[in-house]
């Protein structure tokens, strides 16, 4: 189920995704999570439009929409952590790559018009800008871009006519306003709209309250097509939905994290996520308690929980089974029914796939859970030269203390004990008689473990 590649075939395959392929896609009915996903490191970046990929420079480019002064980032190939972060500069909404001048363009908040993108020459974006044409050379003052290379048109979309403008890149002048039909525009992202380049389906709106991408053709402006997206999918009604390296991307605010999915027959089979961990929580209920959620899994066999009490050595503490294939949301819950005593407890999820392969999860902690206790009962009291003691306590004890301190904590007496899960050990105390003791209140204390 997993592929690997050596790099220089890896580098090769993202550089042909972002060329116009020869081959036509047709949309797959239900679109897959990729592996591929882009976290910012700002934890302003909650609310953004668009990312875009740079096929030369082999970067990811995404900011967040509002402000000059918001968070601009830059990704590498591969990697979902930015390497470098700048601000915007200028209020900022859509971006594009534009083959003509091997530059990043953008559409800026309502009359701002279009403007460049500064990129250094170590490939980040660095917020520079030159204006390209000012204006609100757009259809709302919100809207956020897309463009078409071949015809050279920057385009957005009008939910108030639902139809699509087209702009002259090399001029700004209104080329065409083209009127969208053939399905329901009622739940549809009303200011994100996608180029995909495939004939026939080349533009792409998001319904965000079915989770679909609706296609429409360029030619004359019908509905052709759709796909769904996982049920797990997150989406927005205005922004937050965007196309590029011929996937489609939406972005998660509450993890400032762009995902991206595979709409296409032909391409679905490539780099398919096994499993797409939504959530994995520790809780401590009388015992600990793991519990995690899927978005979509595929060719899962099973769950496996491991334990350790230093994070370096791990244990099998568990197995839960796994739904194999689905596109839907499914929790799961384990519950540790022999919990490890130590201050602090941590568990690991792995996953393993019905082929063999397997993949860990991040760790997580649970501390003071399924604490040791036990009751002492002590008889005679009060009393002179002996005490009988009775330790009940919940689990197997090998080396048990048993203590008499007086109230200075002195010890006065001490035994050894042990025990069996669920049994009551006797422990005799004697100590040399009441004169060589002061009259006093003495502590009775076991220590185990």
């Known amino acids: 189920m997993r592929f690997s590649y050596s790099l220089l075939p890896l580098l090769l395959l993202a550089i042909t995704q972002c060329t116009t392929s020869n081959a036509q896609w047709t949309p797959a009915v239900n679109a897959i999570k990729l592996p591929d996903s882009l976290i910012f490191t700002s934890n302003t970046a909650n609310n953004n439009c668009t990312v875009?990929?740079?096929?030369?420079l082999q970067r990811?480019?995404?900011?967040?929409?509002?402000?000059a002064n918001f968070p601009l980032e830059t990704w590498v190939l591969g990697s979902s952590t930015s390497v470098c972060v700048a601000t915007t500069a200028i209020d900022s909404r859509g971006m594009w790559y534009n083959p003509a001048t091997n530059t990043i363009e953008r559409n800026c908040l309502g009359a701002l018009g279009w403007a460049t993108f500064g990129i250094d020459a170590g490939s980040c974006?660095?917020?520079?800008?030159?204006?390209?044409?000012?204006?609100q050379l757009q259809a709302t003052a919100q809207s956020c871009a897309a463009f078409d290379p071949v015809l050279n048109e920057v385009l957005t979309y009008s939910a108030a006519t639902t139809s699509v403008e087209f702009r002259d890149r090399a001029t700004g002048t209104l080329v065409q306003a083209l009127l969208l039909t053939g399905t329901s525009f009622a739940n549809v992202n009303t200011e994100s709209i996608i180029w995909t380049g495939q004939a026939g389906y080349e533009i792409g709106l998001l319904n965000w309250a079915t989770k679909r991408v609706f296609l429409f053709s360029r030619a004359t402006g019908a509905f052709t097509g759709q796909s769904q997206l996982p049920a797990a999918a997150v989406t927005h009604t205005q922004f937050?939905?965007?196309?590029?390296?011929?996937?489609?991307?939406?972005?998660?605010a509450t993890?400032?994290?762009?995902?991206?999915?595979?709409?296409?027959q032909q391409t679905c089979g490539m780099d398919v996520l096994p499993v797409e961990l939504l959530a994995f929580n520790a809780t401590c209920d009388g015992t600990p308690s793991l519990t995690?959620?899927?978005?979509?899994?595929?060719?899962?066999?099973?769950?496996?929980?491991?334990?350790?009490?230093?994070?370096?050595?791990?244990?099998?503490?568990?197995?839960v089974e796994s739904a194999a294939n689905s596109q839907q949301l499914i929790e799961y819950a384990w519950s540790d029914p022999e919990p490890l005593h130590a201050p602090v407890v941590y568990y690991r999820l792995r996953q393993v796939d019905l082929d063999g392969g397997d993949e860990l999860f991040d760790v997580l902690t649970v501390s003071g859970c399924g604490t040791r206790?036990?009751?002492?009962?002590?008889?005679?009291n009060p009393t002179t030269d002996l005490l009988h003691v009775s330790i009940n306590v919940k689990e197997a004890i090998e080396g048990g203390r048993l203590e008499l301190r007086d109230a200075m904590g002195r010890p006065v007496s001490r035994r050894s004990y042990r025990s069996r899960l669920g049994e009551t050990a006797p422990v005799r105390l004697e100590w040399a008689g009441s004169r060589s003791i002061p009259a006093s209140i003495h502590r009775c204390a076991g220590r185990y473990g």
């Open 52 to 56: 875009v990929w740079h096929p030369v």
């Open 60 to 67: 990811y480019y995404s900011l967040r929409i509002g402000a």
């Open 125 to 135: 974006a660095t917020g520079a800008f030159t204006t390209i044409f000012p204006g």
């Open 240 to 252: 937050r939905f965007c196309y590029t390296n011929n996937r489609v991307w939406l972005f998660n």
């Open 255 to 264: 993890l400032r994290k762009w995902n991206a999915y595979c709409i296409w």
């Open 292 to 319: 995690w959620s899927t978005g979509s899994e595929q060719n899962s066999s099973h769950f496996e929980i491991e334990r350790s009490t230093d994070a370096r050595e791990w244990t099998f503490a568990g197995r």
């Open 373 to 380: 206790s036990s009751t002492i009962t002590a008889y005679p």
